[in-house]
């Protein structure tokens, strides 16, 4: 007969409270779990601190909600395991919907808490606390969300878009292990139509009325001369009146003048 001596992981564990500490009761005097309700736990909360323990189990007609607390905060994560039960991972995550770990189950032995009834069940740290191997520390290693004014908090994939004058960028710098890393650089430059932005912008400045057509009248004739594709108009002028002439802009209640400067040519 073949002897075992170095069982799988999974198998060597079943007969512990593992995931939880050799210590736990694993029960609050009203419901327990069952040694191996649970195969796995890896928890790694972004805000959490250490002492990992389940201090509470919710259950509904249609779900079981299972949250867990550290030293410093009682419902910290949570999972959220629905009915009927089809899946075998309870992914569980914080307060702001940041992914923060997993509990392995299987569907048989989680449907082992449906049998505790609809209610709530509260646990102390000292029945239902998690080994420290399956707590990870997070370190802290840049952003990991956006919080907004009304208190809700943004993670995963986001768009950054500048607005008002803001401009955003990517720029690569190396990092003291000589990586190229990617940065985000805010470039606020200011937005010089704000005041057009606002609800009354006519008493606050004059809008701006620009050039569209300029109609040249010489005697009875007369034509108009649009802007190109950008707006612009191009003004020149030549040698046809006088060789030294000089083109000059100034501008007068009435409108813009033009005037060309200089003695006309001799014999003209």
Sequence with gaps: MT?????EYR???ENTKYPFVPTASLSNEVVSFFEGTFLDAHIYAVTGTSGYYISRVAITSSAIQIHIGDSAEAELLSGTIDLPITSEIVRLVDN???????LVSSIDRLAVLTTWGIGSQSFEASQTAFCVTCCMPVPE????AIQLENGDLLSGKVWLVGDDGVVLQTVQKTDKNGNEVNL??????????FLQKLCNPEDLF????????????QGDVSYECDA????????QMNDSLAADAALRIRTTPEGIVFNVEGSTNVGN
């Design 11 to 13: 198998k060597e564990l």
């Design 3 to 7: 002897k075992i001596r170095h069982p």
């Design 206 to 217: 004059t809008p701006v009325n620009p050039v569209r057509t300029i109609r040249v009248v």
């Design 184 to 193: 985000l650089q805010i470039n606020v430059v200011g937005d010089p139509l």
């Design 96 to 102: 702001f919907g940041r992914s923060a770990g997993l």
């Design 141 to 144: 290693i840049g952003v990991t």
């Design 228 to 235: 190109d594709a950008f707006g612009n108009f191009n003004i």
